[in-house]
């Protein structure tokens, strides 16, 4: 079946610790993103890519790094710069169309212990 | 202004009604619209989009669309306790790179048995 697996489901983050989270597709889309959500708002975009080599950061990416070596990856490093790191963590992707819909992954739940 | 708002909720209904959910968005040039349905805890899962004006229909849901007035809707008939979900409302607005979305807070609702 084709998707978009997000691993791990639940992560936990010490102080000054660096973490990756995982994001990989088998739906042959270009275009993948990052998305962090906080009880009671919305998606906000972190990173997103069009294309593999190439990424642009989103509204809120200070504290995050990614990279796209592939297609079919998008990992997103949560780095020791983002001070309040907990959030449920979204990787969606789409075809390369304004007319077409993100499909999400099961997200990551990311804590600081 | 918010690009994408929507009543946040709760809004309840009791069982066999029509649930009504509301999104008004702020760029007139947004290009396509869609409703994603979030279940506590999970990911959001595409329900519905529409690109032109008036209604379309796909089973018990009807997206209403309307540029003019810059809103969008999504009626549920025959509410079942299985529709009880957040509902996030998306925008493309189809700018500098083909796939521009935002995303409404959503609007939780409750369908009482």
């Known amino acids: 079946d084709g998707g978009i697996t997000q691993s791990p489901k639940y992560l936990f983050r010490k102080e000054g610790q660096n973490v990756t989270l995982s994001c990989e597709q088998n739906?042959?889309?270009?275009?993948m993103y990052w998305y962090r959500q906080d009880p009671g708002q919305g998606l906000r975009l972190i990173y997103y890519?069009?294309?593999?080599?190439?990424?642009q950061k989103g509204d809120i990416a200070e504290g995050y790094s990614v990279s796209r070596e592939k297609k079919e990856s998008f990992p997103l490093t949560v780095t020791s710069a983002q001070k309040n790191p907990t959030a449920f963590y979204l990787c969606a992707s789409s075809r390369q169309d304004l007319s077409q819909p993100q499909h999400f992954g099961d997200g990551t739940r990311l804590s600081i212990l | 202004q918010k690009e994408v708002e929507q009543n946040s909720g709760p809004l309840s209904v009791p069982e066999g009604a029509i649930a009504s959910l509301n999104c008004t968005y702020s760029?007139?040039?947004?290009?396509?619209f869609f409703w994603y349905r979030q279940y506590s805890g999970k990911s959001p899962e595409l329900i519905m989009f529409?690109?032109?004006?008036g209604d379309k229909e796909d089973g018990r849901f009807t997206a209403q669309l309307n540029k003019a007035s810059q809103y969008v809707s999504l009626l549920i008939r025959d509410s079942q306790p299985s529709d009880s979900a957040t509902y996030l409302c998306?925008?493309?607005?189809?700018?500098?790179?083909?796939?521009?979305?935002?995303f409404g807070a959503g609007t939780r609702l409750t369908v009482k048995p």
């Open positions: 739906l042959n889309h270009d275009a």
């Open positions: 760029d007139r040039g947004s290009q396509s």
């Open positions: 998306a925008v493309n607005r189809g700018r500098v790179d083909n796939n521009d979305m935002r």
């Open positions: 529409i690109y032109s004006n």
């Open positions: 890519s069009q294309i593999v080599n190439d990424f």
